[in-house]
């Protein structure tokens, strides 16, 4: 979409630090307030990203069956919270309680899951904060690299991952703490003009997909997170480093698997004519002591580059600083800088934490993609 087509769209902190459910907000899709139980026997369940689905036959007063569509997290985020791909079985019997889907169609959010016995699963918690899983060991130092930079993946013959942010949008520094829930839809839509120095038709296009609950949101289309949200998306970021190539390799983990590339052998920027835009742009980085400076440019406008849904233009210029001030930490600084959504350069940043011992998950997102027709939004 142009420049001209967005600004046509625009007219008419408390931070969950825990990643939000796979890839959308769930607002968009579910009400809150209107609850509903049911009792039933599974028919079905599919174990599949972006989320886990499991298929309840419920007897109505007359003896009829309905067969209604249960939807939980992504598999990863469910098997922290004690599932398995064996919690469910066909024929089980079950309690369900949860949200009606806002379309009205038999379809629900799952909350609690109660089989006969007693017992019961629940499904993550995505409103409040959370710790990495840390080892209980003293922070390590910074690991470094035969090049005497930090290491920004993990060391060689040792497993782990970034993930955890410590933000759930893009928010200018200055702004104060600004309420939103992991998926940077705002409690109060009057703080949308504190969130960054927007242009009039930007403010406007931004509040329109707050209203909307974020029904809109590119990822729920399976495309990439790209720009500093693959920094805040689900299911973490790997870095793969290559000094011998001169390049760096940005991996995400809630994406599709998709990746980034920064190069560090000092080739220039291409121009805005030069090169077709793209999810993640065209970067070029180079050490500053201990924090890798990137720079980048050649940025889609199809994609939303921080969650919340900031919008921004082919005109963008980011400038990245990482840093590992210690084992457990990755400090992430942008500088964001178009001028065609925003009236001057600002700054946001946070911290993503270390996940030992362990690979990022396959995450592919079209999978079983059933969530697009239900998000109504408001």
């Known amino acids: 979409m142009r420049l001209h087509a967005l600004r046509w769209l625009a007219i008419g902190v408390y931070v969950a630090a825990l990643p939000a459910w796979a890839h959308h907000e769930l607002s968009a899709e ?33 003896g ?6 249960l939807e939980l997290a992504s598999p990863s985020e469910l098997k922290r919270s004690g599932w398995t791909r064996e919690s469910l079985h066909v024929g089980d019997s079950v309690t369900v309680e949860g949200s009606l889907a806002r379309d009205g169609s038999k379809l629900a959010e799952a909350k609690t899951v109660t089989l006969v016995g ?19 060991q003293p922070a390590k130092p910074t690991p470094m690299g035969p090049d005497g930079h ?30 939103m829930n992991a998926n940077g839809l705002l409690a109060n839509l ?16 931004y509040e329109y997909r707050q209203r909307v609950l974020l029904k809109d949101d590119p990822m729920v289309s399976c495309l990439p997170p790209g720009g500093p949200r693959m920094m805040m ?29 920064i190069n560090l052998d000092g080739r220039p920027l291409p121009g805005i004519e030069d090169e077709s835009p793209t999810y993640f742009g065209y970067s070029t980085g180079k050490w500053e002591g201990a924090t890798l400076v990137v720079d980048s440019v050649g940025y889609a406008e199809r994609f939303w580059f921080s969650n919340g849904g900031l919008p921004h233009t082919e005109h963008l210029k980011l400038t990245e600083r990482f840093s590992r001030p210690d084992f457990n930490t990755l400090k992430y600084e942008v500088t964001v800088d178009d001028d065609g959504a925003y009236t001057r350069p600002w700054t946001s ?21 059933l969530d697009e027709p239900h998000l109504v939004g408001k």
């Not at 918690?125 to 840390?134: D, L, M, V």
């Not at 998306?233 to 698997?257: K, T, W, Y």
């Open 30 to 62: 579910f009400d809150e307030k209107k609850t509903v139980t049911l009792r039933g026997t599974v028919s079905k369940f599919e174990w599949n990203n972006p989320h886990v689905y499991f298929f309840v036959d419920v007897r109505d007063a007359r």
């Open 64 to 69: 009829g069956l309905t067969n209604w569509a």
């Open 118 to 136: 007693g017992k019961k699963l629940s499904a993550p918690i995505t409103e409040a904060p959370a710790a990495a899983p840390r080892s209980g």
């Open 150 to 179: 930090p290491r920004l993946g993990p060391v060689p013959g040792e497993k782990g991952y970034w993930a955890y942010p410590s933000a759930a949008s893009l928010v200018e520094s200055t702004a104060g703490t600004i309420r």
């Open 190 to 205: 009057a703080d949308a003009g504190k969130v960054a120095p927007f242009q009039p038709w930007a403010r406007g296009l």
């Open 233 to 261: 998306a689900p299911h973490g970021v790997q870095f793969l480093e290559q000094p011998d190539r001169q390049r760096i390799f940005v991996m995400s983990g809630g994406g599709n698997r998709n990746w980034r590339l």
């Open 349 to 369: 940043g946070w911290t993503l934490e270390w996940v030992p011992n362990e690979e990022i998950e396959q995450y592919f997102c079209q999978d079983n993609p």
